[in-house]
């Protein structure tokens, strides 16, 4: 139903507080519906997937009218929890942060606007991430206490799902921003992995403490004086993130953006040498055949589409970015972690986080980073955090 | 031999100029016998493997001649190649660079000494790493011209291998220093993976000219402007390091070391994964004994020791730091890329590119990164980059 269908009906009372969705914004979640590669048909596709897996749901679905009806009407269960609102203009791919900033009436921008707006939790889109952060920064604005939103993810390793952030909202970051950082991921290793005490670990080249430059070595003294310091496991080196040594792998924007893609680009030779090892005969394709169960099935933990969903911490509210290239799996899944981030009110558990560590942070005096003159997100850097691969956990 | 029976024979002339290693230096290499896990046997046994390689090398083995001899007296073929100097002490993996310094008759200082007096042109070492750069950079000396010394290595990739550097010797660098690893780099490139026009690559977080910080974007300018402007692709990411997208990639040391851990955790991670697969039921292993041929291949090609030797580049002299846990065909193959770079003038070579590069870097005020107030490469950075899994090519 469009939303003036829905202010002629009663219209519903706030989303249902049997799943924890808080009542005082009328919609979980606020999408942009014309966002990414296959906008606005996988969207939908995607809602439709969302929809039996999170039915109480209320979604927010924001684009073009005359595309998104007829697509709703052919869907029942993606209309079953969303309710339409009109954007005249998207943001482009091509199109720079700054100008994205003038756009005010694109999908992206309302969707932003609701959510300041206290009328959605949280946001997700496929769309353009470097305007997805100016605007996330400009219209939902930086949670007080938090000097920087950082885009976080999941990354597969050897004993479980990993959390690993920043992954590139900031190219430069102090030491201020890593331990906040450190607070954030803990939060989201919390709700996202459902994990009572996560472990920490701050990205360094070595595990000594002598290691690293001054910025790194303040944070870390910081951590290991705060309320964070049982869970500080101390550095990691990038060896550590498919390790699994901790559960939440803490870096700046540049370099947590390269290990990402490092990794990524890795696991994708080896796949690519397993398949030239299977197709070099007819004794290894038949041996492919033996094992293909097996492989199936490490296909599927491998299946990027499982780590969808980017998500951009220390914002007032709830803000997802999808993959531009997924398909609907994919953009449910997205939805899910948005979900599961505004149903256990993983802001809420961040603010406790930065208050307790509020102290520690009143008496560091931040081991200054280079001028973050240019975010390394626009462009692809959320994107390619969605190219992860799954473990055996 | 021991030296004090070479001062009694004729002695060499000096090495075989058939070879093109230059007759100015008596030896070709200074090895320390004493450096890594299975020192000195593993050193002399790979000095065996060696000398059928390069059987005219002249070879001083610096280190306990008590324990030397005897290994030698067992094996002609390193024998052929090799003559003893006594070396009273040794550096161990846990002496920080700043004692290593004051311990002066250690074997690492030694064979150091013998290149700095000229008498080798290089000196190849299993032992500790930090040690190794602290003593390099102390008594071998920067090259003119050339501002830090940056520690490079061969890694895999899907079209061939590929050069990287700053694997971890500077923990910051400023704008001159990714333009001279630039430089040495291709020099690297040249020699080693014998290309004769090799392109370069700037590690960032996006390809676009406007990506990265203020330090890496006037790298890539002064790039653009000089006489390797040719072979400069620009900006690379995580990713196109194992794409194999350029031959050579540049970037500062604490990224460096980061991303080839990262890169080897990874593809640790599939390997492992891989494993589970076939050792999941009857069928599978079935499978794997029927493709076995290709993935016995597979591992060869992946076998770290055939990356073994990372090499300290800018210098007055070839240092090669080969695996602390590496065998003796890992140190042979340590001992392969040391012998290369004296062989084809790699220092000769970083010279004339330094001087091409002369006006371009002379016009360049550095954007600074923070001191480098501890470097990243003791420990085990440099035997990190030994890590190395090959491709197909």
Same mark, same amino acid.
């Given at each position: 139903m469009s939303e003036r269908d829905l202010a002629a009906s009663a219209g519903p009372s706030g989303a249902d507080s049997a799943t924890g969705v808080s009542d005082a914004a009328m919609y979980s979640l606020a999408v942009d519906a014309m966002g990414?590669?296959?906008?606005?048909?996988?969207?939908? $596709?995607?809602?439709?997937?969302?929809?039996?897996?999170?039915?109480? #749901?209320?979604?927010?679905?924001?684009?073009?009218?005359?595309?998104?009806?007829?697509?709703?009407? =052919?869907? /029942?269960?993606?209309?079953?929890?969303?309710?339409?609102?009109?954007?005249?203009?998207?943001?482009?791919?091509?199109? /720079? %942060?700054?100008?994205?900033?003038?756009?005010? $009436?694109? *999908?992206?921008?309302?969707?932003? $606007?609701?959510?300041?707006?206290?009328?959605?939790? +949280?946001?997700? *889109?496929? %769309?353009? *991430?470097?305007?997805?952060?100016?605007?996330?920064?400009?219209?939902? /604005?930086?949670?007080?206490?938090?000097?920087?939103? #950082?885009?976080? #993810?999941? *990354?597969?390793? #050897?004993?479980?799902?990993?959390?690993?952030? $920043?992954? +590139?909202?900031?190219?430069a970051c102090d030491? =201020?921003?890593?331990?906040?950082?450190?607070?954030? %991921?803990?939060?989201?290793a919390r709700v996202v992995l459902g994990l009572p005490a996560p472990t920490i670990g701050l990205l360094n080249v070595g595990s000594e403490q002598m290691k690293g430059d001054d910025r790194i070595r303040q944070a870390a003294d910081v951590l290991r004086a705060s309320a964070l310091a049982s869970q500080f496991h101390g550095f990691v080196e990038g060896h550590d993130i498919t390790a699994g040594t901790t559960d939440v792998v803490v870096t700046d924007g540049f370099t947590g953006n390269v290990a990402l893609k490092t990794g990524e680009g890795a696991l994708k030779l080896a796949g690519s040498l397993m398949k030239q090892v299977f197709n070099a005969n007819v004794m290894s394709r038949l041996g492919y055949v033996l094992a293909r169960p097996g492989l199936d099935r490490m296909r599927e933990w491998l299946d990027p589409r499982r780590y969808n969903g980017a998500v951009l911490v220390g914002l007032n509210g709830v803000v997802v970015k999808s993959h531009g290239g997924t398909d609907a799996e994919g953009f449910a899944h997205a939805v899910d972690v948005a979900m599961d981030m505004v149903t256990h009110n993983f802001n809420e558990r961040i603010r406790i986080g930065v208050a307790q560590l509020g102290n520690a942070l009143a008496s560091t005096r931040p081991v200054a980073a280079a001028p973050d003159t240019n975010p390394a997100v626009p462009g692809d850097a959320a994107d390619r955090t969605t190219n992860r691969l799954a473990t055996t956990g």
């Open positions: 990414g590669d296959g906008a606005p048909g996988i969207v939908v $596709d995607g809602l439709a997937i969302a929809a039996e897996r999170h039915p109480a #749901a209320r979604i927010l679905l924001i684009g073009d009218e005359a595309r998104l009806a007829p697509l709703l009407a =052919r869907s /029942k269960a993606a209309r079953s929890i969303c309710t339409i609102r009109h954007a005249p203009t998207a943001i482009t791919n091509e199109m /720079k %942060g700054t100008a994205a900033l003038r756009q005010r $009436d694109s *999908s992206m921008r309302l969707a932003m $606007d609701a959510v300041a707006r206290h009328e959605a939790q +949280g946001v997700v *889109s496929a %769309g353009n *991430s470097g305007a997805l952060l100016a605007l996330a920064k400009i219209v939902i /604005k930086t949670m007080p206490g938090i000097d920087r939103p #950082a885009l976080a #993810a999941i *990354s597969p390793s #050897a004993c479980g799902d990993v959390v690993m952030l $920043d992954l +590139g909202a900031n190219v030491s =201020r921003n890593l331990v906040e950082f450190a607070v954030m %991921g803990e939060a989201f």
